[in-house]
């Protein structure tokens, strides 16, 4: 079993959900990545999705696309978050961490060395916002080959037809986009998640998370009754961006979203 | 396989997924997916269908103003003493460049599949006032995006558009001209997909656009062909366009694949000069990437991220380019080069004092190259120049080189 199988296994006889937190890595400094990201173990999340920075994330929202910005200035690279990645499983060897980003710094590495070096760092899955299935022929079975998943996208605007040949291709999770929309936009419809998420389950055995739109204790339970797992960005970046001057701050504030979403969620 | 075999298949590209070799493709995040595949079929379904044909035909002939003409530039030729050079003047069109060939015909596409509201990005402000211009034709909402660097350089666009009925949107994200601007036109569509059409103003982002874009720009191409067999009896030597994301230089070039003796040659903003890495040239000196949806050549550092790029026109400042060009370029089929702000400022001060045309500076890269080329051959050799847009829209700019506030 895989880190993110065993993870999703072990929570599944717990009777619990997965809460999934995403912050940008290297936001505000390279240097505080990996501290934070243990405090998110510490508060109560379940597994990471650790931001690549882009110089132009088209699929973001004002929050993470600053985020990118201020990553990008204090000098993040893709294998300066590899790194990181390294010195967390130093000290976290089962928490799964997903690489989240967009598909040209990695092809800029090249996709055999990124995979490589990604396995070596401990990574365990690699999500590329604009890398469609269809595109996707040369990228899985490398990552695939290291033992990485590849995680993709369905959305509320997914044909039926589509959702199948993402289902078949997918491992570790789906991520379900709760909304049409960029990262930090409107809040989601409970109702109309859980129905989609009923369609997607007589596909797939993959456990299928949901992110954007949940950002607090409440909508994060409410997913939490129809999803495996709950993915929530937006609201934690900000507090990053919030306290960027005053870095110390930064892990209290996070931690004290994800402990009131970890209560909720397991009431 | 023969040269001539080789030109005939480029006819007929892209393949099924939009490819141009390993170029193009739909690099997008899933919720524009669905869009995108309807998109296709509605093209598809619409670019066979004779109604559809007759109504952009027509367009084009009472509303845009075409044909354009091929202008014989004789004593600009005489002067230079090489080649004869043509002009083809889309600067003629209405609303002053050859953008309108392409949201007319995205236009009536938006009005076929019954989307209320219409989209685009803009560097120059060219495709945004095309885009306004017709939207307010067929009573369309429309919004515009422009980096916040351009509605600067591009004031009288900006209030052109805001006069048409568009609401323009100022981009302050990252560099702030027409890359950031598309991010921001993607974000948008992502989040009304529903009830709007996005125009993209060149052959690039995700696949079915860099196609359609070239079929509607590709009048230019065809109508420069037949005037060069019946104003001078003979297709011409060479073509030359600027390129920015490469909708002129792609309408041009396209009719004219297939014929081996025409060379072509695409412009690139060289800016300060390619060697000062301040420039937007991703064909002379990038490397292949995907951006905006599509893998093509892009400026990037190290990392894969995008750089910033420099020129001195506002429409050519752009990290990447469509993708049929990347592909053009390594067959061999199109030579790309660059022209500097400075040879561009010289040839746009040449042409209005000579021909008394005064060209946008978008344009001024051909005629800046093709002026250095037409001093290489001889005057029984023809060019033709694609004239891309007139200049009207830059003499804010270029009096502000001068020094002079207008
Ligand atoms: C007059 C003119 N020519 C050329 C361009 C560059 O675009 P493309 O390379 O798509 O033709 C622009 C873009 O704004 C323009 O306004």
Known sequence: MTRTEEKFAALNAAGKKALIPYITGGDPKPEYTEALMHALVDAGADMIELGMPFSDPMADGPVIQKACERALASGASVQGILDIVEFFRKKDSTTPVILMGYLNPVEHMGYKTFAANAKKAGVDGVLLVDLPPEEADDVVPVFKESGIDTIFLIAPTTTAQRAAKIAAYASGYIYYVSVKGVTGSATLDVAEVGEKLSGLRKLTDVPLAVGFGIRDGASAAAVGQVADGVIVGSVLVNCIAEFAQEPEKIAPALQKHIKAMREAMDA | ?406
Request: hydrophobic share 35%.
């Open chain 2, 1 to 406: 396989m023969t040269k001539a075999n080789t030109y005939a298949e480029l006819l007929q590209l892209p393949d099924d997924k939009g490819h141009f070799g390993p170029y193009g493709g739909r690099f997008v995040s899933e919720t524009l997916s669905h869009a995108l595949e309807e998109l296709e079929n509605t093209y598809k379904k619409l670019s066979q269908d004779p109604d559809f044909q007759a109504e952009f035909d027509k367009d084009l002939a009472h509303y845009v103003g075409r044909p354009s003409p091929l202008y014989h530039a004789e004593r600009w030729s005489r002067i230079l003493g090489g080649a004869q050079i043509f002009l083809k003047r889309e600067d003629l069109n209405h609303t002053g460049a050859h953008k309108i060939n392409n949201t007319i015909g995205q236009a009536l596409l938006a009005k076929y599949t019954g989307k209320p509201r219409v989209i685009a990005e803009t560097g120059a402000g060219q495709h945004g006032v095309a885009t306004a211009t017709v939207a307010a034709r067929l009573g369309l909402e429309c919004e515009i995006f422009m980096g916040a660097e351009d509605v600067k350089r591009q004031s009288l666009n900006v209030y052109r558009m805001k006069l048409l009925g568009a609401k323009v949107t100022a981009v302050e994200s990252g560099s702030k001209t027409l890359k950031d601007a598309m991010n921001e036109a993607l974000r948008d569509w992502v989040t009304n997909v529903e009830n709007t059409f996005y125009i993209i103003g060149t052959v690039a982002g995700p696949h079915p656009y860099p196609m359609l874009v070239r079929d509607f720009n590709s009048v230019i191409g065809r109508e420069a062909r037949e005037q060069s067999l019946t104003q001078n009896g003979r297709l011409p030597d060479a073509l030359v366009a600027c390129v920015g994301g490469g909708s002129n230089a792609m309408g041009l070039f396209y009719p004219f694949l297939q014929d081996e003796a025409v060379a072509m040659y695409g412009v690139e903003a060289g800016g300060d000069g390619i060697e000062t890495g301040r420039h937007a040239a991703p064909l002379c000196v990038g490397e292949p990437g995907v951006l905006h949806g599509n893998r093509t050549y892009l400026m990037q550092d190290n990392d894969g991220q995008i750089v910033e790029t420099h020129s001195v026109s506002a429409g050519l400042d752009y990290p990447g380019v469509g993708p049929e060009h990347a592909y053009l370029k390594d067959i061999g089929r199109v030579n790309y080069v660059a022209a500097n702000d400075e040879e561009v400022l010289s040839a746009f001060r040449e042409l209005t004092r000579i021909e008394g045309i005064m060209p946008a500076l978008e344009s001024s890269h051909a005629l800046a190259y093709g002026r250095k080329l037409a001093q290489t051959m001889t005057p029984d050799q023809h060019i033709i120049i694609n004239l891309s847009g007139r200049g009207d829209k830059d003499i804010h700019t270029v009096a502000g080189i001068d020094g002079i506030t207008v």
